[in-house]
């Protein structure tokens, strides 16, 4: 059975502290993603990342960054989280992208106070 | 850029009623369209996708969606509504990134309710 884990479902965090959420994929996907979801606004893609080391910009990357050290392994960082980045943050990894099949995470919901 | 527009935040049906969630796409050359489920507090699921070939497409638990050129839609249907079904449901569109690279956009989201 296929599975993306994210570290945490839920966080709180305080304004200027820096987050890590971290995102595991057991089916060995080169592709991986960040998206955030808001009500009303469905998902945005944050990052993007298409083999180790490898990242690109997705359409909302201000005030976040990424790492991908290994295949199975995208972070998503908050430098210095900020109340506008309170959110539920999915992680999503895909073998083709052109079938669109991707395979979420169940979601953190992060709070910044 | 290709896009995808839910016009119904949400859709009320009676368990055993036919239902239909609406999308309607925009996209330049030949669209590559998806629906994905998301039942409360989980990620999102996929149900279906169109490529090309046969303008109905069929999925999981039941779920087909229509593809209708002319009218540029890919509306989601089931014959009978459960109400296990109610969960919020996203279109989306594949769509090319600066560099080439190919992402996948989705709708706002359509929150299915089906009332026993």
């Known amino acids: 059975d296929v599975k993306v884990t994210q570290s945490s479902r839920y966080l709180v965090k305080r304004t200027g502290e820096k987050v890590f959420l971290e995102c595991v994929q057991d089916?060995?996907?080169?592709?991986m993603f960040w998206y955030r979801q808001d009500p009303g606004l469905g998902l945005r893609l944050i990052y993007f990342s298409y083999d180790v080391k490898m990242k690109e910009k997705g359409d909302i990357p201000e005030g976040y960054s990424v790492s991908r050290e290994k295949k199975e392994r995208f972070s998503l960082i908050l430098e210095s989280a900020s109340t506008n980045q309170t959110s539920m943050y999915l992680c999503?990894?895909?073998?083709?992208?052109?079938?669109?099949?991707?395979?979420f995470g169940e979601g953190s919901r992060l709070t910044v106070l | 850029a290709q896009s995808v527009a839910q016009p119904e935040d949400q859709v009320n049906v009676a368990e055993g009623n036919p239902l239909t969630v609406k999308c309607t796409y925009s996209?330049?050359?030949?669209?590559?369209l998806f629906w994905y489920v998301q039942y409360p507090n989980r990620g999102l699921q996929f149900l279906l996708k169109?490529?090309?070939?046969?303008?109905l497409v069929k999925g999981s638990y039941g779920f087909e969606a229509e593809f209708n050129k002319s009218q540029t839609s890919f509306h989601l249907k089931k014959p009978s509504a459960l109400v296990s079904d109610s969960a919020l449901y996203f279109c989306a569109v594949r769509d090319m990134m600066t560099g080439g690279y190919q992402k996948v956009t989705f709708g706002t989201g359509t929150k299915l309710q089906v009332i026993p």
């Open positions: 999503a990894s895909g073998v083709n992208i052109a079938v669109g099949e991707l395979f």
């Open positions: 169109y490529i090309t070939g046969d303008n």
């Open positions: 089916m060995d996907h080169e592709n």
């Open positions: 996209v330049s050359g030949n669209p590559y």
